[in-house]
C-alpha cells in the first residue's frame, strides 16, 4: 500500500506572498491532520480533516487554512506569508484515529 | 493546557547499550501514546504506541513503559545500534477530543556509537 504523499517536497517564497501545499493520505483513510515542525517549536498541530470537514484545529491564525476533497486528499494554504513561516509541513493520515502516519513533508523557505 | 514533556534533548550510547527516553504529561484525559522515530530529511514514523491500560509494550528491541500514577512514560531500546540514531518523538491523544490531534514532546536526538 502506498504511503502519504505529499507535493511539492520543497518551495521557495517571499514575504506575503502565498502557498498552497497538497498531501495524498493512505488508501482508504479519510482522517488528513497537518502539523508544522520547527527547530523551535518543534511539532505542532495545524489541523484535521475528515470527510471534508475540519474536525480540529490547532492555535495558528487565520493565514493558515485548509480543506479536503471527496478523494480525501488535503491541501493546506497560507496566506501572506511571513519569514516565521519557514518550516517542514508534515500531512498525517489516519484511518483509526489513533495511528498516524506521516508523508515526508515540504520544506518551505520563506525568504 | 495540554502539554508533553520530554527528556533528555539528546543522548548518545554505545552500540549494545540500552536508549531510554522519557516523557512526562498532564493532561488526564490523553489515552494514546504513540513514539515516532525521525530521520533527517524524512517525516516521522510510527514506532510503537500504548494506550493507558497497559504498563508496558514490547516490540522486538523498542519497549514502552508507562505509569499512569506518575502520568510518566518511557521508550526503552535494546541493543541499540548505530543504525536507531535519529530523532525520537513521544507524543499523546486526547480523549476528549473525536479526531486525531497529537500532541508531541520536544524530541530527543539519539546517537549510537559504533
Known amino acids: 500500500k502506498a504511503g502519504v504523499t505529499q507535493t511539492p517536497r520543497y518551495l521557495i517564497k517571499t514575504r506575503g506572498q502565498q502557498v498552497t501545499l497538497s498531501c495524498s493520505p493512505i488508501?482508504?483513510?479519510?482522517?488528513v491532520s497537518w502539523y508544522q515542525q520547527t527547530p523551535g517549536q518543534g511539532l505542532q498541530f495545524l489541523f484535521e480533516?475528515?470527510?471534508?470537514?475540519?474536525?480540529n484545529k490547532g492555535n495558528f491564525p487565520g493565514r493558515f487554512s485548509g480543506r479536503q476533497f471527496s478523494n480525501s486528499r488535503s491541501e493546506m494554504n497560507v496566506s501572506t506569508l511571513e519569514l516565521g513561516d519557514s518550516a517542514l509541513y508534515l500531512c498525517a493520515s489516519s484511518l483509526t484515529g489513533y495511528e498516524q502516519f506521516f508523508g515526508p513533508g515540504t520544506r518551505l523557505t520563506v525568504l | 493546557q495540554q502539554q508533553v514533556k520530554q527528556s533528555p534533548q539528546s543522548l548518545i550510547v554505545q552500540k549494545g547499550g540500552i536508549s531510554i527516553i522519557n516523557c512526562a504529561y498532564e493532561n488526564t484525559a490523553f489515552d494514546y501514546f504513540p513514539w515516532y522515530q525521525q530521520f533527517p530529511g524524512k517525516g516521522p514514523a510510527l514506532l510503537i504506541a500504548?494506550?493507558?491500560?497497559?504498563s508496558e509494550k514490547k516490540e522486538g528491541r523498542f519497549t514502552i513503559s508507562f505509569n499512569k500514577s506518575a502520568k510518566q512514560f518511557s521508550l526503552h531500546i535494546m541493543d541499540s545500534q548505530p543504525g536507531d540514531s535519529a530523532t525520537y518523538f513521544c507524543?499523546?491523544?486526547?480523549?476528549?477530543?473525536?479526531?486525531?490531534?497529537?500532541?508531541f514532546g520536544e524530541g530527543t536526538q539519539l546517537t549510537v556509537n559504533p
Open positions: 500504548i494506550r493507558p491500560d497497559v
Open positions: 507524543a499523546a491523544r486526547g480523549r476528549e477530543t473525536s479526531g486525531s490531534r497529537l500532541t
Open positions: 488508501s482508504g483513510h479519510r482522517s
Open positions: 480533516y475528515f470527510s471534508e470537514t475540519q474536525r
